[in-house]
């Protein structure tokens, strides 16, 4: 989102397509922005020719009125759905959960979150679930952002390797800030091997 206020929010909503087909197809991508409680805010429909075994991306602004914003005490997200049909038959469906906030920091002023100064209180984590191992279980996943919560953190840092899905959904339901970490080696291995 960008362009963000109390009064509209833009939002672009793109959806990356592929056609493993032998031959080139005709299909229309909706697009669609639904609020928290479902409820359908925005849509636009695209018509779109797929060359045979190629894909292309797809893209469409739009402008929510009023948004909510997404914050660690009111962590509101909405909806973009993608349907693509063919023929006028659905044919593929996908949804994704998406907040809308403003983020700064400066030296001065630190981290704003909405133009709010807020102090990030949290960790480090690791992506396991103690005695349930390495597996990213989803209900683990959301019980150890629930305990984070609980004790007050706001943020955490995930070291040192990408973290699961899961756990990403539970801090964009639950209101946690995450510093995603990739990897803490990037010009110089920890040894010759």
Not at 36 to 61: I, N
Not at 83 to 93: A, F, M, T, W
Not at 94 to 109: K, L, P, Q
Request: proline share 3%.
């Amino acid at each position: 989102a960008s362009n963000i206020s109390a009064s509209s929010a833009d939002v672009r909503v793109s959806a990356d397509l592929k056609n493993d087909l032998e031959s080139a197809v005709d299909v229309a991508v909706k697009l669609n922005v639904k609020d928290k409680s479902g409820k359908q805010l925005c849509s636009a429909e695209v018509p779109v020719q797929l060359a045979a075994k190629s894909g292309t991306t797809v893209s469409h602004d739009f402008t929510v009125a009023n948004p909510e914003l997404w914050d660690i005490d009111n962590p509101v997200l909405y909806t973009a759905e993608i349907i693509l049909s063919r023929d006028g038959k659905v044919v593929d469906e996908y949804e994704d959960n998406f907040g809308i906030r403003t983020i700064e920091y400066s030296a001065a002023e630190g981290f704003k979150l909405n133009g709010k100064t807020t102090l990030l209180k949290g960790g480090c984590i690791h992506h396991d679930n103690t005695f349930l191992g390495a597996a990213a279980i989803r209900r683990a996943e959301y019980r150890k952002i629930e305990l984070l919560k609980k004790s007050g953190y706001n943020a955490i840092r995930t070291a040192h390797n990408p973290p699961s899905e899961y756990l990403l959904d539970a801090c964009d339901e639950l209101g946690m800030l995450v510093m995603d970490e990739f990897t803490d080696m990037w010009e110089q291995p920890k040894n010759a091997n």
